[in-house]
């Protein structure tokens, strides 16, 4: 008896069971794979362009393969959050004002950090070392501060969230302690504070964008799907992170090194248009690098991010699969939180 509700936990809150999920995640897991078999760009090389293609297909059949052996375990956490959204958005607002709590400008002083932070970089690149303008495609000069900026504002919101959703059980381990209070929502409340502090930071990348001539434009409103990229990418990390720490605390200090040399394996200061074809598919390994250059593409590429369409495939499988093992990794230790913390 036991066994059959459990196979008939909803997925997103509509009655979905077991067999119905499992159907409509293979479904879309083979459309993709088809879109991908399918695709073809001419100028492209033909080689590599087969490598992809053979890279994807494997790694969509071993996320078929995972989910349906781990649904269970893989499905109670996103149902979790759906079925606790109104609540999420209450607290996730709640911190974000605790943050601030006590001092005299209050929220104000997350408008002002943004401000600061590129002002800062102002004077060092335009002013103290003026950098030429950087080519990034054909014909394509941008401003070293709007090339900067572009790459910094995704990166600050990704180091931000990844700690601050990795620390999350720590920081609330009173509630954690609470045996009715479902845990598996403090890592995303986390990440939406996280997030209106992200906003603040777009406002200012738009603005000297602007200033430079890099007018918005429809390719602007990419930088919200970029953004839930990465929203996505730090909410799967951050449940293996969450998990993690509470049995290894160094878990913090790797992480806080892994970032400093994450920011230079990143295209956040350096041009990934420098380097050759086959070195950019390797930095392109690193899922920020999709999120990134997405970021540039939306103020002043001009492209859609279906144009690069083997990087927003391999982002998403790989994005899904390290959520998937998130969710295990998080329904695995957490029997044993509250006793260890």
């Known amino acids: 008896m036991k066994n059959k509700e459990k196979k008939q936990i909803p997925v997103i809150g509509q009655g979905i069971n077991k067999k119905a999920g499992i159907t409509i995640f293979t479904l879309v897991m083979l459309i993709m794979g088809v879109i991908i078999v399918c695709y073809h760009n001419p100028l492209a090389n033909q080689t590599d362009e087969l490598v992809k293609k053979i890279i994807a297909c494997t790694l969509i059949v071993i996320a078929v393969i995972a989910f349906i052996k781990f649904y269970d375990k893989i499905t109670q956490l996103p149902f979790e959050l759906y079925q606790n959204r109104r609540l999420i958005w209450r607290l996730a607002k709640n911190d974000f004002k605790r943050r601030y709590a006590g001092s005299y400008m209050g929220a104000v ?64 381990e009173y509630l954690v302690k609470k045996v009715v209070f479902k845990i598996s929502i403090l890592p ?53 992170t969450c998990s993690v720490v509470i049995y290894f605390r160094d878990l913090q200090q790797i992480v806080n ?85």
């Open 188 to 240: 995303i409340i986390k990440i939406i504070a996280a997030t209106f502090i992200h906003g603040f930071f777009v406002l200012v990348l738009l603005i000297i964008a602007w200033f430079y001539g890099f007018t918005p434009s429809l390719y602007t409103l990419q930088i919200f799907y970029y953004s839930f990229c990465m929203f996505v990418l730090v909410l799967a990390v951050s449940y293996t």
């Open 109 to 172: 002083w997350a408008m002002i950090q943004p401000v600061v932070t590129v002002a800062m970089y102002y004077i060092v690149f335009q002013v103290i070392m003026p950098q030429k303008a950087t080519l990034v495609g054909e014909g394509i000069e941008v401003p070293y501060l709007v090339f900067l900026t572009a790459g910094l504002v995704p990166w600050f919101y990704f180091s931000e969230a990844i700690v601050n959703g990795m620390m999350a059980l720590l920081e609330y």
């Open 257 to 341: 090194i892994a970032l400093q040399i994450g920011m230079w394996a990143t295209p956040v200061l350096w041009n990934l248009g420098s380097f050759s074809k086959k070195a950019q598919m390797l930095v392109k390994i690193n899922p920020l690098v999709y999120i990134v250059e997405g970021y540039r593409s939306a103020i002043y590429e001009k492209q859609w991010f279906w144009e690069d369409f083997y990087s927003t495939m391999y982002f998403w499988i790989i994005t899904i699969g390290l959520f998937c093992i998130g969710a295990l990794v998080y329904k695995r230790l957490k029997v044993h939180f509250a006793d260890i913390m």
